[in-house]
């Protein structure tokens, strides 16, 4: 009979011990995506990116998207000199698949970046162009199978307006989009 008692206060500590360490863990996870949510506002206000009044039309219509779809407007100081103003622009979807009878939800954040017509120039719309041919070897798309690859853009391309627009995939954390103003800060060039 002391057994019995035995085993089942164990049992029940086993129980509170598990839903303690899931309360925990769900406390943790929330501190983090708030923190998350912190480190990419202050991205913003670090690079003075501000929502933009005047979106421009044509470059929304290549992105594509419907809704949920944010513009910042910000000006980038290239590495080689002088100043471009630029829009950043944030959109996600949501999709949703059915695997043995379970739905499977995932979340695709993006991330494109556009230049006034005529404000960069050719020399880094090729350079953009040729690393997305980079991207398109099959050693590169093999790991893109298993990972999320959010260093190279997946389109770039020039508008009937002379606008440059430039997409990639990413995760919503500052270190990624800070590494894209770095590229961009490294690679862009304007045009005289």
């Not at 769900?26 to 979106?55: C, G, P, W």
């Not at 006034?116 to 991207?135: D, G, I, M, R």
């Not at 009937?160 to 060039?189: C, H, M, P, T, Y």
Request: proline letters at 4%.
């Amino acid at each position: 009979m002391n057994a019995t008692i035995a085993l089942m206060s164990a049992n029940g500590n086993i129980g509170l011990f598990m839903l303690l360490g899931i309360a925990v863990f769900i406390v943790l996870l929330a501190l983090r995506t708030r923190k998350m949510n912190q480190e990419v506002a202050q991205f913003y206000l670090q690079h003075s990116l501000f929502a933009a009044k005047d979106a421009p039309p044509l470059a929304r219509a290549a992105i594509g998207v419907k809704g949920n779809l944010l513009c910042l407007q910000g000006t980038l100081k290239p590495n080689s000199g002088g100043g471009v103003t630029f829009y950043w622009w944030e959109w996600f979807s949501r999709s949703t698949i059915i695997v043995n009878n379970v739905p499977q939800s995932t979340l695709s954040c993006f991330l494109a970046v556009s230049f006034p017509p005529h404000a960069v120039s050719e020399a880094f719309e090729q350079k953009a162009v040729a690393s997305l041919q980079s991207h398109q070897s099959f050693g590169t798309k093999l790991k893109a199978a298993f990972s999320l690859d959010t260093t190279n853009p997946y389109r770039a391309e020039k508008l009937d307006d002379g606008s440059f627009i430039i997409f990639w995939r990413v995760v919503q954390n500052a270190k990624v989009l800070e590494d894209k103003i770095i590229w961009l800060q490294n690679n862009v060039s304007l045009r005289l």
